[in-house]
């Protein structure tokens, strides 16, 4: 296929691809009891977070991964069940909104790791996925 962007639309999902990874990676270490608690949610925790939090950490980076291949799956870089393929362009955008709204978010927190780092990183990843849901 020699589509002008497809390159540049599998670039841009591979990236993005790296950055949900990592910070599903991240999102995992919360959950498994990292003592990172003070840089994340505003801060409100030092340490360990709750049980609770812990489980919404690990919960949130299963989501990261199924965003991920959501993300391939627009670009054609990995299958995706013929009979729901409709979904994938509504998907990649609501995953884009999404990640929009949490950088919002990181934007706002007391952490100053969530103002800089995971604002930064959460903006790229949309960016990303909002080129990838444009192109593909």
């Known amino acids: 296929m020699n589509v002008p962007g497809v390159e540049l639309t599998v670039v841009a999902a591979v990236i993005a691809t790296g950055l949900f990874v990592a910070m599903a990676a991240f999102q995992a270490t919360l959950a498994a009891g990292a003592p990172v608690g003070a840089h994340v949610l505003g801060g409100r925790h030092s340490g360990v977070l709750p049980p ?40 990649s955008w609501v995953i884009a909104g999404f990640l929009v709204l949490n950088t919002l978010g990181n934007l706002a927190s007391k952490s100053r790791f969530e103002r800089t780092v995971l604002a930064a990183t959460t903006a790229v990843v949309a960016a990303l996925c909002a080129f990838v849901a444009l192109t593909a």
């Open 52 to 91: 609770r939090l812990r489980a919404l950490s690990g919960i949130a980076a299963l989501l990261l991964v199924g965003f991920a291949l959501v993300v391939l799956a627009r670009a054609g870089v990995v299958g995706w069940p013929a009979g729901i393929a409709d979904l994938l362009i509504p998907a």
